[in-house]
């Protein structure tokens, strides 16, 4: 039974995420990465380049009115990581790792200008400080969104069992999301404001 609930969960995900695809078209270009493409799109003139990193489950098309605001004063790329929105799946296992190298490469192959400055939301916290680890000599800075970090769980205060119980879109469901489609991109979060409302503040500081 759970077998078969697990199958008919990916398979209405994957039937679900097609129709999305076009209904919603995404903005941007397919890149090579070696063997398989990922979704890139970069608007806007100046330097450094910011690449905005999205949260777990989250598509590029999140950072619309962020990307849209950076834009006006500089170089700005979302993408989509792979088996996300627009982009070809890529290898196993999806680790930070694999991530932080296959958007270098993205990044790389589409021509985009270092030095970088990255964005990482929630999981894309964890992406873009490996990024910076690996390749540290072509970034200049990094603003961590709300970010997840690998210790934050054991740190965390005690709750009740109630209170520790995982969102029906943190168990592979991610079509129980409360929120409606396509999310309003208002802020990475999906509707709540945040400090990005003035991205240019945060970029100047």
């Excluded at 697990?6 to 999305?20: F, H, N, T, V």
């Excluded at 991610?174 to 979060?189: D, E, I, L, Q, Y």
Aim: proline residues 6%; glycine residues 12%.
């Amino acid at each position: 039974m759970v077998v078969l609930l697990a199958l008919a969960g990916a398979s209405y995900q994957a039937i679900e995420s097609r129709l999305d695809a076009r209904r919603f078209p995404e903005t941007g270009r397919l890149v090579d990465v070696g063997g398989y493409r990922l979704m890139l799109n970069c608007i806007g003139d100046g330097s450094p380049t910011v690449v905005l990193e999205a949260g777990f489950g989250d598509l590029s098309v999140e950072w619309k009115s962020v990307q849209q605001q950076i834009a006006k004063f500089s170089r700005v790329c979302s993408y989509d990581r792979a088996g996300y929105g627009g982009s070809d799946a890529g290898p196993l296992p999806r680790t930070s790792l694999q991530i932080a190298r296959e958007l270098h490469t993205l990044l790389k192959n589409a021509g985009e200008k270092t030095p970088y400055i990255l964005v990482g939301a929630s999981f894309g916290g964890y992406n873009v400080r490996v990024f910076n680890g690996l390749y540290r000599d072509e970034v200049t800075g990094i603003v961590l969104a709300d970010a997840t970090q690998e210790d934050q769980y054991d740190t965390l205060p005690q709750c009740g069992a109630t209170e520790t119980l995982p969102a029906p879109g943190e168990v592979c469901f991610f079509r129980c999301r409360s929120w409606p489609w396509p999310p309003h991109a208002s802020s990475p979060g999906g509707g709540q404001r945040s400090v990005f409302d003035s991205p240019k503040k945060v970029f100047e500081s």
